[in-house]
């Protein structure tokens, strides 16, 4: 199994291409070991001395660092953990844990919402996995689109940029009702 490694803007955080599908629907992030429980490759992630984010896309693996630790040392171990993850046959994510962020039920979604919602999957998401992170609605209340940054985009240097000048203006532009984007952390 060979796995590419990728920059992203957000130099705490390396992105893992494995070469094959790692959630076929939606996304996972997981903030800590004890979000980790649901999912056997990121619980086997958070062993790597220094792990302190690990983000599920659909066929990447974003893992981000702290501060105290060099990337040429964790590297190594986190490949190690991914091929053995491919290899032992367990699933990404145990099924009664609950599935993957964002399926939305759109069904109760005014038309505002719906718009947002559109736009952030057909414009925004897809670029944002490029960079090895999501960007998940939350809510839209009173001219406000609350988002929820993740995998690279959660603490990245540029994600406040990124949010105001480029997703809240594209928002604005194709949906007058947006007035405000702000982050949900």
Known sequence: MFIQTEQTPNPSTLKFLPGRVVLPNGTADFADSDAAKRSPLARRLFEVEGVRRVFLGSDFVTVTR?????????????????????TSGEPMLYEQAGAASGGDDAADDDEVVTQIKELLDTRIRPAVAQDGGDIVFDRFDDGVVYLHMQGSCSGCPSSTATLKMGIENLLRHYVPEVVEVRSVT
């Open 66 to 86: 702290g501060d105290d630790v060099d990337w040429q040392i964790m590297k190594p171990a986190i490949l190690g953990g991914i091929m053995e993850h491919y």
